[in-house]
């Protein structure tokens, strides 16, 4: 399994910024996928999730409204859209994948550094 994030970078106060998931090694439309985050000197939280058809997603408290998380399913890719961003937003990103086959499967990506600054 692979999960490579890709879209973060530095961004002004009030920016937008798309990070991308490109998922493979696995069938991506049978399961959920998740996007964390992780900032210096805390513990990681759970930004959004998308159910295996798209039809569901969860969004947290803390972006929400600012925040979309959608999926292409031919492409393989998860996407999480960052509108209004700031500084409280920069940490390094990653995608997650966790399913049940037979016992539980949990895979991460590298992760993408998001910086909001000015």
């Known amino acids: 399994v692979q999960l490579v994030e890709s879209g973060g970078g530095l961004v002004q106060p009030g920016g937008s910024l798309r990070l991308s998931c490109a998922a493979s090694?696995?069938?991506?439309?049978?399961?959920?996928m998740n996007w964390y985050r992780q900032a210096p000197g805390k513990e990681r939280e759970l930004v959004a999730s998308i159910s295996s058809a798209g039809g569901t997603t969860n969004i947290a408290d803390s972006v929400k409204g600012r925040f979309t998380i959608s999926r292409d399913s031919a492409k393989n890719t998860v996407y999480l859209q960052m509108n209004s961003l700031k500084p409280e937003d920069t940490a390094v990103y990653y995608c997650n994948v966790r399913y049940y086959r037979f016992q539980w499967y949990d895979y991460w990506g590298q992760g993408t550094q998001v910086t909001v600054s000015s």
């Open positions: 090694g696995f069938t991506f439309s049978r399961y959920g």
